[in-house]
């Protein structure tokens, strides 16, 4: 049988506003337990909660960039259930009316476009966190410096029909959500947290398959494995013949495989009402406007630049765009950079190999993007090979060292006297003749050979464009 | 009409502890009083909008300035149970 | 005379004029308090120390020849709902028995600043819920006026406290009735404010869209200047009306000829105890001797006013109550053995029945089956029910109305009657769900007991409540009447 997967993602952001989203302490990640607190956050009976403008702003902010409709009337809620971080033993939300609704995102599947649906975007604040102790203790912890945090929910619709789909429709989200500078989107630490709904369906049949939802996938990667595991599992019970259980599931990232969470901290039902300790927010369609005109250069519009101005390719510019800090590092290489493909090969090969292999940011690669830019010249220039060139970019992120210091300390300059190579080349031939022969009698490939002899030569340092152009002229 | 399994039902969810007889004794005061709200089925409500704040306020927003916080002691001072900064409850998987 | 039988204006203008000091003050009061508290029952804490410290220190700013303002030096009575840092407020529940706030409620903040002496914590219904202070978890409450009947509630012990002249004022708070209930109830001045006069931080929460803290007086003169302290806007509270706040005792000895009173026919309707009404009527007869037009009217709305009342408040009630679950701070149960059990053992143990009725209430009305037949109604039959007091207050000053229509029960009596706690709502509870202030003042006695007439006006418009009221007040002598103890 065949099936379709059907994916909606929710995506939890949390804000870099400086305060919580209720009360005045700071919005910090780490401190000290408990340090971060007060009446309002540790849910104090009479405490009240006063709404973060910041917040709303940055909501919208998200909003916008995600081509929503922006609710001029929108209201808070209470999400009521009991768990030792949720202080109020309830969550102030927004229930029924989100303050952005209906919005889309564009990614691109084997080179096509694809247009996911947003469903809502809403304001809420954050719980605390529970700290477990090692299997022999008998207690939990509560530590109450994340709470009320303030968190957008991000809903999409189920338009996402694969886990490779539900990577990109996120990667791409938190690119935006980066460039927006309203989150640090880190999914390691919790900043961006992503529940995905999945159900499959065989092929054709238009009701959707009963849906499972996994939580705790703490990487892009992991997003799309466990959906991965999930769709097979899903696939193989319903080709047994078996039910699927709507359920929540846990992904365990050691195993590999989705567990069965028991729904602790989850109520049969949340028993939504407005929040009377706040009152409604009524935007004015100025001050919305304002903020679009204020916002800055999003993927899509960088990506189209980029091709414009530095005549990438479509696809460099789109793997060139993702994040706000590659792209960023791209065009202060590229920008005035005589060959700009060449920079985005190097950006797209080397950099983004070694933050790969190395597992880490941008900005912890000690290259600066003029650095890497030289690089790129003195290739062009014919002072440093190919080669050559990926052994000094080796060594400018370990050492931080310009280009320039070390070409020489690594002895990497190429010959590119024409005199010299000549001199070479003629001693290459002599020694040589049988290949030479076999060239003038048609055998080009003889050619390969004799530049790869005169390399040897040189040990490596002469130009080779040089020497083929040098050879053949000797040869003819 | 409430049944008294539904007030059962209704004290395990809000964390209280109930036997059949307590149930038994109020179940004819929780009809009483929510049976009341059949008086609104006179009401053509269908035009009217909920009120949210009863003098219609709107859009009461704080700048987004940091004040300090409490004093980790005080704000644990009422705790019953604590252990290294932080508040101690049951232990609890996940 | 006995100082402690004063009024506040009257001790006031004393220590301005240096005849007493404000430890004199103290003394007649906490020496009040030994004589009857026993009989009376109105305080849960008394903050004696602290007291004394604030006195002395008011009576050597008085010596350097500072000014001071009306309360200073004034010992009032707080009701123990409401946040009081580094002093226990217990709300009159188990659950808080040993609750210490690490702050101050704005209106605390409030009379500290203006030298007001908080003498003790008062007796409520726990949590607020009641309408006899004896759903109390420490102990009931008596009526000065009959030691066998109760105060009323939920203020019970504020209003008793300055029935007894154990206080020159008090606080409570009202959410269907909780101040002018007892007022009316104990012979006293107690006033509800417009909704988001006075800010609610720090008033520990039962439905946060009703409740408001507001005073308990010995007469109209006194309230006048005790709101003027209160009220203010404050950003803490997001309810709180950014509004200009008047100087109230600006109303105070002003000719009520031409203003218009509206008699809200439902308020003096079937239920409503006849001699009660004789005597509301009674006062009402009173302004129109002094020029006041006086005419019936009709809120057909306010069949409605109970249902309304009592679904939002256990829904919020349920909410608000949630958070005491034994984990960061209030009663944590001895015996559990996982989370489960410390929450429902916790809960169970640490509130009393009626608190837990409340919550149950609440618990079920909003499932998303039961919430659009409910809540969302109830939401929008209280916005009916503020335009037709807007729309009457289009044409009158004020209206008029009993307080409440029974006299103070005997004690058991509420319990045993569903209908007497539920139902005696209807002359309170509709002005908490419109959110206009409303004051009771004592119109005379019925069986001995006192009663209470309703003042009512629109949002913000307490000035007009002031001016009929310390009219009516000079004009009978029912405020004068002391209960024998």
């Not at chain 1, 961006?192 to 996994?214: H, M, W, Y």
């Not at chain 3, 509630?153 to 009735?177: C, H, I, K, N, R």
């Not at chain 3, 209930?181 to 039962?206: D, E, N, W």
């Not at chain 3, 029960?409 to 319990?415: I, V």
Request: with cysteine.
């Amino acid at each position: 049988m065949n099936f379709e997967t059907i994916i909606g993602l929710e995506v939890h952001a949390e804000l870099k506003t400086k305060t919580k989203a209720f009360c005045s302490c700071i919005n910090e990640f780490g401190g000290e337990v408990n340090t971060n607190c007060c009446p309002v956050c540790m849910g104090y009976p009479g405490a009240l909660p006063v709404l973060n403008k910041k917040l709303v702003e940055y909501a919208v902010r998200a909003g916008l960039a995600l081509n929503c409709e922006i609710s001029l009337f929108s209201k808070t809620d209470r999400k009521n259930y009991f768990y030792p971080d949720l202080p109020k033993a309830f969550q102030i939300s927004q229930y029924d009316i989100p303050l952005c609704k209906n919005g889309s995102l564009k990614i691109e599947v084997d080179g096509k476009e694809k247009v996911i649906g947003i469903t809502r975007i809403h304001i809420e604040e954050d719980a605390g966190k529970m700290l477990h102790g090692t299997e022999s203790e008998d207690y939990s912890l509560v530590d109450f410096n994340r709470s009320g945090v303030p968190l957008i929910e991000i809903v999409s619709e189920p338009d996402l029909r694969s886990p490779l789909e539900a990577r990109l429709y996120l990667e791409k989200l938190k690119g935006i959500l980066e460039y927006l500078e309203i989150s640090d989107c880190k999914m390691q630490e919790g900043s961006l947290r992503c529940d995905a709904n999945i159900s499959v369906r065989p092929v054709g049949q238009k009701e959707f398959g009963v849906k499972t939802e996994i939580k705790n996938m703490n990487s892009l990667k992991a997003l799309q494995r466990a959906l991965e595991y999930e769709e097979e599992r899903h696939k193989r019970i319903l080709t047994e013949g078996g039910t699927i259980v709507q359920e929540t599931r846990r992904w365990d990232e050691a195993k590999g495989i989705t567990v069965s969470m028991r729904t602790k901290g989850q109520a049969d039902d949340y028993r939504y009402f407005p929040e009377p300790d706040l009152v409604p927010i009524v935007l004015e369609k100025e001050w919305i406007e304002s903020i679009r005109k204020d916002l800055p250069e999003l993927p899509d519009e960088k990506r189209k630049r980029f091709v414009k101005e530095y005549g990438i390719p479509e696809y460099d510019a789109s793997i060139l765009t993702l994040t706000k800090e590659l792209s960023n590092f791209f065009e202060a290489c590229a920008k005035g950079h005589k060959n700009p493909k060449a920079v985005s090969n190097w950006v797209m090969g080397e950099v983004l190999r070694v933050m790969k292999e190395k597992d880490i940011e941008l900005k912890e690669l000690n290259i600066k993007p003029q650095s890497l830019g030289r690089l790129i010249d003195l290739v062009d220039e014919g002072v440093l090979s190919n080669t050559g060139a990926k052994q000094v970019f080796e060594e400018m992120y370990k050492t931080g060292e310009e280009p320039e210091v070390l070409v020489d300390r690594l002895g990497l300059r190429q010959i590119s006297d024409e005199g010299a190579i000549i001199e070479l080349v003629k001693k290459v031939l002599e020694e040589n003749q049988k290949s030479v022969e076999d060239y003038k009698k048609g055998k080009t490939n003889a050619l390969g050979y004799l530049v790869g002899q005169c390399m040897k030569a040189s040990k490596g340092k002469a130009n080779p464009q040089l020497i083929n152009k040098i050879l053949k002229d000797l040869l003819s | 009409m409430v049944e008294k399994n539904e007030l059962l039902k209704m004290a395990s969810i809000a964390k209280l502890k109930m036997t059949e007889e307590e149930a038994e004794t109020i179940v004819k005061k929780f009809n009483v009083v929510l049976g009341t709200a059949s008086l609104f089925n006179e009401l053509d409500l269908e035009d009217v909008e909920p009120s949210y704040n009863i003098n219609s306020v709107t859009n009461v927003m704080r700048e987004d300035i940091p004040k300090e916080s409490f004093e980790r002691e005080i704000m644990l001072a009422n705790a019953p149970e604590k252990l290294y900064g932080c508040i101690k409850v049951s232990k609890i998987i996940e | 005379m006995n100082l402690y039988s004063l009024t506040l204006h009257e001790i006031r203008d004393k220590m301005r004029n240096g005849e007493i000091s404000s430890k004199e003050v103290l003394d007649s009061v906490y020496k009040r308090i030994e004589e009857v508290e026993d009989k009376i029952g109105a305080y849960l804490t008394l903050t004696k120390d602290y007291a004394y410290e604030v006195a002395e220190s008011i009576d050597r700013r008085r010596l350097k020849g500072e000014e001071l303002g009306d309360l200073a030096g004034i010992p009032v009575a707080v009701k123990d709902n409401i946040s009081t840092k580094g002093i226990k407020t217990t709300c009159a529940s188990k659950m808080l028995e040993n609750y210490v706030p690490p702050f101050d409620a704005h209106v605390i903040e409030k009379l500290k600043d203006a030298g007001a002496i908080i003498i003790g914590k008062t007796n409520l219904d726990e949590f607020a819920m009641g309408h006899s202070t004896e759903n109390s978890a420490f102990k009931i409450t008596k009526n000065p006026w009959d030691l066998e009947r109760v105060p009323g509630g939920s203020s019970g012990g504020s209003a008793a406290a300055v029935a007894a002249d154990e206080a020159y004022f008090s606080l409570g708070s009202d959410t269907g009735g909780s101040i002018r209930q007892p007022a009316a109830m104990c012979g006293i001045v107690g006033f509800k404010p417009t909704y988001g006069a006075v800010s609610r931080y720090g008033l520990v929460a039962f439905a946060s869209s009703f409740d408001q803290i507001g005073p308990f007086a010995k007469d109209v003169e006194d309230c006048a200047i005790i709101l003027n302290y209160l009220y203010g806007h404050d950003e803490r509270d997001s309810t709180s009306l950014p509004a200009e706040y008047e100087d109230f005792k600006a109303a105070l000895n002003k000719d009520i000829k031409g203003m218009k009173i509206g008699l809200p026919k439902e308020y003096f309707a079937e239920g409503i105890d006849p001699e009660i009404k004789d005597l509301v009527l009674n006062g009402v007869k009173v302004l129109e001797n002094l020029g006041a037009h006086v005419e019936e009217i009709s809120l057909p709305h306010t069949k409605y006013a109970v249902p309304v009342y009592y679904i939002i408040t256990s829904a919020e009630a349920f909410s608000n109550l949630a958070r005491f679950d034994g984990v960061r701070y209030g009663y944590r149960t001895k015996e559990y053995k996982d989370l489960e059990e410390l929450y429902v053992n916790s809960r169970s143990e640490g509130f009393g029945k009626e608190v837990k009725f409340r919550i149950l209430l609440g618990t079920y009305s909003l499932t998303s089956e039961n919430y659009d037949y409910y809540h969302k109604r109830a939401l929008k039959v209280r916005r009916l029910i503020r335009q037709e007091f807007d729309e009457a207050f289009n044409k009158y000053d004020v209206l008029i109305s009993p307080s409440y229509p029974i006299v103070a029960t005997k004690f058991g009596e509420q319990s045993e009657n569903v209908s007497i706690a539920y139902m005696s709502d209807i002359c309170t509870v509709p002005i908490n769900i419109a959110g206009i202030p409303a004051m009771s003042i004592p119109c005379g006695f019925s069986k001995g007991l006192p009663v209470g007439m309703q003042i009512m006006s629109k949002a913000m418009g307490e000035a007009a409540i002031i001016k009929v009221a310390h009219a009516f007040e000079r004009n009978t002598d029912y405020n004068k009447k002391k209960p024998s103890l």
